[in-house]
Nanobody, 123 residues
Framework: QVQLVDSGGGLVQAGGSLRLSCTFS????????MGWFRQAPGKEREFVAG????????YYADSVKGRFTISRDNAKNTVYLLMNSLEPEDTAVYYC????????????????WGQGTQVTVSS
């Protein structure tokens, strides 16, 4: 019933920027905390950023703090991830996810997932 569609990935040079978007449908968007995760080849899926239901509280992995910004627009049922100063190490498939249990860094706490969007950063 719940569907998440993430988009905005692509190829960018190191130092560049991308903005990912994720649209949510099927349930009341504002009742869900939202998160972004990523998975690089050969690595486990890792938490990138999270935002609370009202958009006031945000959380970031140390590796992206100061470079990435998560935000949400509840009127548009959309969560965003603005990625600045991208590095080759940011290359991964990025997934948005929805949770009724808070914007925590544990993937097991998220109930619904998008299909993923590829981000490739060249050196």
């Amino acid at each position: 019933q719940v569907q998440l569609v993430d988009s905005g990935g692509g190829l960018v040079q190191a130092g560049g920027s991308l903005r990912l978007s994720c649209t949510f449908s099927g349930r009341t968007f504002s009742r869900y905390s939202m998160g972004w995760f990523r998975q690089a080849p050969g690595k486990e899926r890792e938490f990138v950023a999270g935002v609370s239901r009202g958009g006031v509280n945000t959380y970031y992995a140390d590796s992206v703090k100061g470079r990435f910004t998560i935000s949400r627009d509840n009127a548009k049922n959309t969560v965003y991830l603005l990625m600045n100063s991208l590095e080759p190490e940011d290359t991964a498939v990025y997934y948005c996810a929805a949770s009724t249990r808070g914007a925590v860094p544990n993937s097991s706490m998220y109930d619904y997932w998008g299909q993923g969007t590829q981000v490739t950063v060249s050196s």
